[in-house]
């Protein structure tokens, strides 16, 4: 980690002194040489080398090799996966580190949002923040410990190389509501876990509560974990919990959305989670 943080400290000077973009800065650190190689592979180079500004939470190496076997095989062959994957790494803007303290979330060039914690720490999704505000020509480098993969991506890889501590599980519209989704929960060790909802269809403006139930959808009991309202305009939602990822998906729950807190027995999507 020492060599590591040295590293990092004098790919930062280099970039104040010679004004390197972020693919520069990520070049000239031996321990960023898979981030480097997957976005040459996704063409992504110019448009990291481009004006900007961006903020990239950048894995290192150690990260890339913590995936699951066949899991970067997979996503390198397949340039649709590939670009969605580091393109979830982008935000659009400088965000420093004092300001990604201050967020729940943050939206990605890919589309869909990164959950933000600090109860321990930074956590971005399931990744921890080890090193900040390592500064480029056109942005930032905030330097993390996995890989961030997104649900889009996940649902591609669900059968096939699924990292170990990530669920995923569909959401389907209730009494035809319109509104369906996804939600994905992710082990965040210390007997805690990450809940993500994504919806579409949610109308706008307002909140939608959620929680998950006891049983099934079909005769769900009542509310065993209480989660953050997903919010009407973007459909998204995240909610850190200290409750075992092993326990929310060894059991058999039922995750219920609800229409609104004025009307919480209307009941528009509903998936089952866990097993019997």
């Known amino acids: ?14 970039s104040w002194g010679a004004a390197q973009t972020i693919v520069d800065v990520a070049a000239g650190n031996d321990d960023f040489s898979t981030l480097v ?12 080398s481009g004006e900007g500004p961006f903020t990239v939470f950048a894995p290192t190496n150690a990260a890339f090799e913590a995936l699951p076997a066949g899991a970067l095989d997979a ?7 590939l670009t969605a994957v580091l393109t979830y790494h982008v935000v659009a803007g400088d965000v ?49 410990d996995s890989v ?16 170990s501590g990530f669920v995923y599980y569909d959401l389907d519209a209730v009494a035809g509501s319109g ?9 965040m060790g210390r007997g805690s876990s990450q809940v993500q909802v994504n919806l579409e269809g949610t109308p ?32 998204w939602s995240s909610t850190t919990v200290d409750v075992p990822f092993t326990w929310i998906v060894g059991n058999a729950h039922a995750l219920m959305v609800h229409l609104s807190p004025d009307q919480m027995s209307t009941i528009v999507a509903c998936g089952d989670v866990g097993i019997d």
């Open 37 to 48: 190689t997957a976005v040459t592979a996704a063409g992504l180079v110019d448009v990291l």
């Open 179 to 187: 509104v369906s989704g996804s939600v994905l929960i992710v082990d």
């Open 96 to 144: 420093r580190a004092a300001d990604v303290v201050s967020l729940d979330k943050a939206a990605t060039v890919q589309g869909e949002y990164l959950s933000i914690s600090t109860t321990d720490g930074v956590q971005v999704d399931q990744a921890n923040v080890v090193a900040t505000d390592i500064e480029a020509s056109n942005g930032v480098i905030h330097v993390i």
């Open 148 to 163: 961030l993969l997104p649900k889009a991506v996940l649902a591609a890889l669900t059968g096939q190389s699924l990292p």
């Open 1 to 14: 980690m020492k060599r590591f943080l040295t590293a990092l400290l004098a790919a930062a000077v280099l």
């Open 75 to 81: 996503v390198l062959a397949d340039a649709d996966l």
């Open 204 to 235: 706008a403006g307002g909140d939608h509560p959620i929680h998950f139930h006891d049983g099934r959808c079909g005769s769900a009991g009542g509310v065993v974990i209480p989660l953050n309202n997903v919010d009407g305009d973007s459909g």
